[in-house]
Structure formats: C-alpha cells, structure tokens
C-alpha cells in the first residue's frame, strides 16, 4: 500500500509539472488553457510547439514580403501577452476584412522570441508532413 501511495504522488508530481504543456484542466476553457500553454512555453522559451486558442487583434502589420508572402497582425491573449501571427497568404487564403478589435482563433507553432512570440504553420502542409493549421475569423477557416 505505502509503495502504491508513492507512485501515485510521483504520478501526481509530474502531472503537475507537464499541466501547463497542453493537458486539459478542469474549469478551463480550451482558448485559455491555450494562452496557458503559451504563456509558459514564453517563459521557459520554448519553440516549435502545436497550439491552439484566441485572441484580439491588437494591430495590424503589413505584409512580409521576403520569401514566402505572410499576413501579419498582433493578437493580445487572455494572459495579457501579444503574439504575432504570421499567415502564410502563399499557401492559404488571406484573412478577409481583419481589424483592430477582431477575435482571430488559431491552431498552429508556437516560436519563442522576446516580444511574445510568433505563431506560423496556419495553413494545410502541401507535402502532408506538418500538422495542418488554421485560422478562424467571423465564422470562415482559413487553412
């Protein structure tokens, strides 16, 4: 009994330490529990990571040209940080009629950088091989 009650304190421990990492907890919405996850991997500068949530438009940027073309807008989260998403407009559609005040979905990967990071890959991949992102503004995906 004692060494069952161990591991399942062990258990207990790590669930803890992964919690901010993507599994879901209780009473949490799905858009916060992403800003959650965001908001660590910010903090422990953590890149490359599939995430999913919302935000306000906050500012709009113009295209990056350089490259493959990307629609760039500032989302603020619940947390209170700012995410740049950088849509790539040479795979997927451009998001129509995006404003300050807008709420903007997302699924894509999360890339640390001092200012909050960059979200990228919310689009389909063409070679199958990336998790397919998206978009979600006043009712249309943009994938």
């Given amino acids: 009994m004692r060494k069952f009650l161990g591991i399942a304190i062990l258990l207990a421990l790590a669930y803890a330490g992964f919690d901010n990492y993507g599994f879901d907890r209780q009473g949490q919405t799905a858009d916060s529990a992403g800003s959650d996850v965001i908001a660590a991997a910010y903090r422990d500068r953590k890149s490359d990571i599939q995430v999913t949530g919302e935000g306000v438009v906050v500012r709009v940027l113009s295209d990056d040209t350089e490259g493959s073309m990307h629609q760039r807008f500032i989302l603020r989260l619940d947390s209170g940080q700012t995410l740049l998403v950088a849509h790539n407009i040479d ?47 006043n009712g249309t995906t943009y994938q």
């Fill in 91 to 137: 795979l997927a559609p451009r998001v129509q009629s995006i404003s300050e005040g807008d709420t903007v979905k997302f699924n894509g990967e999360y890339e640390w950088n001092s200012k909050g990071g960059v979200l990228h890959w919310t689009h389909h991949d063409p070679q199958g091989e990336h998790v397919a992102g998206w978009l979600k503004h």
